[in-house]
Structures are given as structure tokens and as C-alpha cells.
DNA sequence: CCGATAAATCTTGTATACAAGATTGTTATT
DNA sequence: AATAACAATCTTGTATACAAGATTTATCGG
């Protein structure tokens, strides 16, 4: 472990993971301790962090790792959505051959995941494939990326909540639906099963009470 | 002029307003002779302009002012096209009391810049506070900054066409027909309406021919 | 003259010493 | 004991010397 882009992504995943909670302190010299490298390289990979929300930085006092942030949260939600709407409905249109097979290929995994004890990790995990296909078969990874640079506050946001087997059952048929209204070039129902899908699970108020010392006030 | 925020303040404006032409080389030791400062806090400005797209770092070679990326700006209309359509709706259904107000009266100043000769630049400046306005009356002033963070190739790409007075005369217009489909709480005809004022000007071929050395091949 | 190789000179990348602000702890005074 | 002033020690911010890669130039051989 040694270049820059290496501890970028240690430290991304540590924070994402929630191992560095919210709040913790990031200090320059304990980092150049830990990672055997000089501060002025470290600290580009803080500036990078600060950019992307992971941490905030603090002048002259220090950095931590930044707060959840539910209004950021809702923000992107909101934007998912209607991204997700607008993409769904344009490949309902008109979809690459390949699609078909490649989201039922990422269904059956999920849905293997959905029967596995302790697979929730596996399963965000294919969600997001889902998910990122979507936006890769329409064009528009581009946007797709652009969304997951400030996608922080919500990937802690959804690694809080443990979802009971049934969620994740209901997710993972409103996948199905999805797949279902584009081969059918069913554009009716997409608006309501997408927002429903995307709004369904905040429930802010599970996080303010469990997790209080891990949002921002 | 000496600290970074302002340094970063006046690259990002000579970027924008192409007087650093794409292509341009920004070497730091040039910049911290200019700027009168030493190295360390250039190299911090010009990592968060590369991670804005404003340059690209090549390591051990140099930094360029970046190249027009026309899928960018087809990307980032599709994005803005998409929530604006969504926001104006939102807007339809339910405003604060003060947006007629304040909406009304950018309308004016913009009607008055399109009278005036050589007000193109004004003339943007009323339109992006339009726009914005929006945005921040349907409480989605997140997004519209989020947006901002990756709109270098669009403004540049929009400040290049330098669009006769009918032109103007009908952006102008089409902002005002937004506002009446808010107030008369219309959601029939904004879709189209929002989607032919942001796909309107796409002129690819004219910057092709013209600007070809800005444009990202 | 042409081409290849080497050397000089660019560029940015890293380490480190020092500057300066913020916090903490201590001490003196009431 | 409480408080104010000061000093010690944290933190990050900046300047600069040096390292290392990339490019350009020069030199030498054919």
C-alpha cells in the first residue's frame, strides 16, 4: 500500500464501510505514519475526500469524516428518481439486444442473495448493478457517475438500514417490474414503480433515533 | 490577489470566458510566479480545477485548459432537461408566495438585455438566474449547485454561439410561457416546453466547423 | 544530410523544515 | 476556588530543496 490512489481507496471504502465513523479525526501525520508516505502526497487524497463530501476540512484544526448529511440524502434521491424515470422509460422505447440478458442475469444473482443468510452486502451490491446498467444501456453512464461522486451520505444512508428478507423480496420484484415494463414498451406504470421503489425505504426517523451520533445535526 | 480562493475564482472566470483557450498550458512554476505565491498552494487549486474539468493533469507532463467535451454537454442537458422538467411541475402544483415576484421581475431585466445591443453577456447572466431560481423555489438548491460543479464544457460551449436578437426574443419568451404554466398550474405542456428550450440550440456542426481546435475529439 | 544516442533541461511529484493559527494546560492573581 | 493571561503543544498551511519522469536539444557516427 503506497500510491495515492491505492489510500484514496482504502480509505473511500473504510469511511463507505462505516469503519471510520462519522466524526472520527483524520490527521495528516497519523496517516503519513500509517500509509509510510509524506504528508504534501496524503494530502491531496484529503483535498479529493473533502471535494466528494467524504470528509470535511476543518483550516488549521483538522478533518473529520463528515456527518450524514439526510437532506443530501433526499437530494439525490429525488434525483435518482427522476433521472431513473426519464432513463426507463427511454429504453422501454428502445433497448440494446443485450440488455435483456444482462438484467436477468443480475436479477438472478440478487435473487440468490435474497435466499442467502447474511447477504446483505451481496445484495447492495447487485442492486447497484442493476441499477448502473440501466443508466450503461441507455448511454448515460456519464450521469451515472456523476451521481456516485456525491453518493456518500446516501451509500451510509442505505448501509444503515437492515432490511428485513420481505424488502428485500419487494425490491428485488420491483426489479422484475422494471425489466417487465421495458420489454413490453410499457411506459405507463414506470413513473409510479420507480418512485415508489426509490422513496420507499427512508425512514429517517429509525436513523435519528438508532444512529443520532452518526447524523448531522 | 493572493490567496487561493481568489486564484481559483480567476482561473475558473479566464477558463469560462475562454481567455485561457482549451489547450493552453498551465505550468506552476508560471501561475506561482503570476500569482506571487509558492508551489504547495497552486498544486491545490489546479487539483480541484482538474477535478472539475477545468484542466487536465497529465503527471509529469503538464496542465492543459481542458478541450470543449461535447458528449459532456449533451450529458448535462439531458440531466438538466430531465429535472427541470420534474422541478416546473413541482412548481405548478404548489409555490412560494414571492416566486411570481422575483421570477417576474428576472424577466424583465432579460427582456431589457435583449433590447440593449452587446448585452449577450448580461443576457446569460439574467437567463442562468432564471433557471436558478427555480431551482432554489422548489427547494432543489443542491442540485442546481451540483450541477454547476460539472457545467464547465456547457457554459463554454454556450458561450460560443452567439445567438441573434429572434433568438434571444424567443428564449426569452419561452421562460415567460414556463412561468404562465406555473401560475395557471398547467402541467400539460411543460415537458415539451422545457425539453425544446434546453435541445433548441444544439448546434454541434457549428462548432465543429468554427471552434474545431476547442472542441475534445 | 540523416539517424541514433546521450545529455541537458524542461515538467511535475515528494519529503521536509518552518510558519502560523487553534487548542490545551498551567500558572499567577484576586 | 475562579478567572485571566500566558506558554506549550497540538493542528494544518507554505516554501523550498531535491527526486524522477518526459521532452527537447545537442552531439556524434554513418
Known sequence: MSNKAEIMQQLKSEILALNLKPGTI?????????????????????KQLS??????????????????DLD????????????EKEII???????PLRGNLELTQILDKQQ?????????????????AFHKT???????????NLIQQYNVHYIRYRRLHLLKREKLEEIRDEHQLMLDCITNHNQESIEELVHHHLHE?????????????????
Open 72 to 83: 443530501s440524502v433526499e437530494q439525490m434521491i429525488y434525483l435518482r428518481s427522476t433521472l
Open 26 to 46: 483524520l490527521s495528516e501525520t497519523a496517516l503519513s505514519e500509517r500509509f509510510q508516505i509524506s504528508r504534501t502526497p496524503l494530502r491531496d487524497v484529503l
Open 201 to 217: 425505504d427512508i425512514n429517517a426517523r429509525y436513523l435519528q433515533e438508532n444512529f443520532a451520533d452518526y447524523i448531522k445535526k
Open 112 to 128: 440468490e442473495a435474497v435466499q442467502r443468510e447474511n447477504a446483505h452486502e451481496a445484495f447492495l451490491a447487485w442492486d447497484d
Open 134 to 144: 440501466l443508466f450503461a444501456l441507455a448511454g448515460r453512464e456519464f450521469l451515472w
Open 51 to 68: 471535494l466528494e463530501s467524504y470528509i470535511d476540512i476543518y483550516p488549521k484544526k483538522g478533518n473529520l469524516v463528515s456527518f450524514i
Open 89 to 95: 422509460k427511454d429504453l422501454a422505447v428502445q433497448m
